[in-house]
């Protein structure tokens, strides 16, 4: 059973600058009526200097400040949630068996956050979504993943009890037709464990993972911890 631990930190931004030339008009000098004679030296016409071209900068979009995303992982059957907050963000992609969890910088529309065991995520953030490529144990697949709302989104338990650590993730996905489609892992120490399911309308109910109960959190809960 593979599984995929900590996260590794890569700080990745992407900024995008143009620059707009506008054109500078030289104007041709107005006739000169003087009459000139025989000693008199014509005057120099003076051609006026270029005009400096003013120069433009196009800032490339911002990274949402807030943002959830969760949806289907194409090819798996999997789910991946992304969260942002203040210019960090955090994935997590799960499939029931595997489970990778990923962090890294939002500063732009595109993301590249990395997880253990050279996992990745690449996504861009627009039109109400995030989209891309998440690569797990040297597979790939790709990803559309809508703006989450509650009760949909990414959700963790943890606990220490009698030197053992407990930890669980789930992401739930609210189903169009209705109910929920949930996905998630569940470990003591470094066996893994039968996952318990969430209430979808509740998802930060009570749960027992291996006999011990722990108290699921939303994205806000843990995020601090992982950034």
């Known amino acids: 059973m593979s599984r995929l631990g900590p996260v590794i930190t890569l700080a990745v931004g992407a900024v995008l600058a143009a620059g707009l030339g506008v054109a500078?008009?030289?104007a041709t000098p107005a006739a000169d009526d003087t009459v000139v004679t025989a000693n008199d030296t014509p005057a120099q016409e003076s051609t006026p200097e270029p005009s400096a071209t003013p120069t433009f900068e196009e800032s490339a979009p911002a990274a949402p400040r807030k943002a959830d995303y969760a949806g289907r992982v194409k090819g798996n059957g999997?789910?991946?949630a992304i969260s942002v907050r203040d210019g960090?963000?955090?994935g997590y992609f799960c499939d029931g068996k595997t489970e990778a969890w990923f962090k890294g910088d939002a500063t732009g529309p595109e993301l590249t956050l990395e997880g253990f065991g050279k996992a990745t995520v690449e996504a861009e953030?627009?039109?109400g979504k995030a989209a891309g490529e998440v690569a797990v144990g040297g597979r790939k697949w790709t990803f559309e993943a809508p703006v989450a709302k509650k009760p949909s989104g990414l959700y963790r338990a943890s606990a220490i009890v009698r030197g053992a650590k407990i930890r669980a993730g789930w992401i739930v996905l609210r189903n169009p037709q209705?109910?929920?489609t949930q996905v998630g892992t569940a470990f003591q120490d470094d066996e893994q464990v039968p996952t318990p399911k969430l209430?979808?309308?509740a998802p930060?109910?009570?749960v027992t993972v291996n006999g011990t109960t722990v108290t699921p959190e939303d994205v806000d809960g843990f995020i601090e911890e992982m950034r």
């Open 199 to 201: 209430d979808g309308d």
């Open 204 to 206: 930060t109910s009570p």
């Open 88 to 90: 960090k963000a955090i």
């Open 78 to 80: 999997g789910l991946i």
């Open 178 to 180: 209705g109910g929920f």
């Open 125 to 127: 953030l627009g039109g």
């Open 24 to 26: 500078s008009i030289t």
